[in-house]
């Protein structure tokens, strides 16, 4: 298979992980599932699994670090509307939006226990993907992914859907896993890394920044995690130029 990244067309067996294929690209460094599994299989075990337990301080925390991205956010944005949030769990991205006059939040998550505990914190969210609600054209200022595009079947049919329903010069909130994080690192010596069928895809940051510049997006912003081996990176639809790059940690 041609990688969805870079399309290059040539790969190295890496490894199994619970009975899969790892494989990685040698061009880019992608690291992917192959074959991968059947789609509805992996879209079940997300509508029927038992959240996890959650303290308030949590959720305060959590709550928290997205509202202080959010004014990071903000320094690149140049429309203000509808947020999207692609994959909202418990709705933490709502919680940091909730005030906010220059965002209207909407939510959109496949779990059906996160999805109750998202609407038990009365935050405005509904069942569901990006594809299957077909939103119109440039319907949204900033679209969300937390820790989505490594479980999608197609991650590149998700960014190329997320850029129709993004204003020009809307922006994308991207993260991920990194493979190219020094924990990560560690964590493949251990052999802790790959876990299909969950995850699909394991990007690094390089590869992030290249797969969103070639959908069509400007990257402007990349930070890596500090405690777990994780890069978000901001990005701008419609915007010619490379963009400034801004490399640092939360």
Not at 7 to 28: E, P, V, W
Not at 103 to 130: D, Q
Request: glycine share 6%; charged share 25%; net charge positive.
């Amino acid at each position: 298979m041609n990688c969805i990244v870079c399309h290059h067309s040539s790969s190295q067996f890496l490894c199994k992980a619970n009975d899969f294929d790892i494989h990685r690209c040698l061009n880019c460094l992608l690291d992917f599932t192959h074959p991968l599994p059947q789609e509805t299989s992996v879209l079940n075990k997300y509508k029927h699994e038992t959240p996890a337990e959650r303290t308030t301080f949590n959720q305060f925390r959590k709550t928290l670090k997205y509202k202080i991205r959010l004014r990071t956010i903000d320094k690149f944005a140049q429309v203000h509307g509808k947020v999207l949030d692609i994959g909202c769990a418990e709705g933490d991205w709502g919680a940091a939006v909730e005030g906010k006059n220059k965002w209207n939040y909407l939510g959109l998550e496949l779990h059906n226990g996160l999805l109750r505990y998202a609407l038990a914190r009365k935050m405005n969210v509904a069942h569901g993907t990006l594809q299957s609600h077909n939103f119109p054209d440039e319907e949204f200022a900033l679209v969300i992914m937390t820790h989505v595009l490594e479980h999608m079947h197609n991650p590149r049919s998700t960014l190329v859907e997320a850029s129709r329903v993004l204003k020009p010069s809307g922006l994308v909130v991207v993260e991920v896993p990194d493979s190219s994080h020094p924990k990560s690192k560690r964590k493949k010596k251990r052999g802790r890394w790959y876990g299909p069928p969950s995850h699909l895809w394991y990007f690094s940051q390089a590869n992030l920044h290249q797969f969103l510049k070639d959908v069509g997006f400007t990257p402007l912003l990349s930070k890596r995690t500090i405690l777990k081996p994780y890069v978000w990176m901001v990005a701008r639809k419609d915007v010619i130029g490379s963009g400034s790059q801004v490399f640092g940690k939360d």
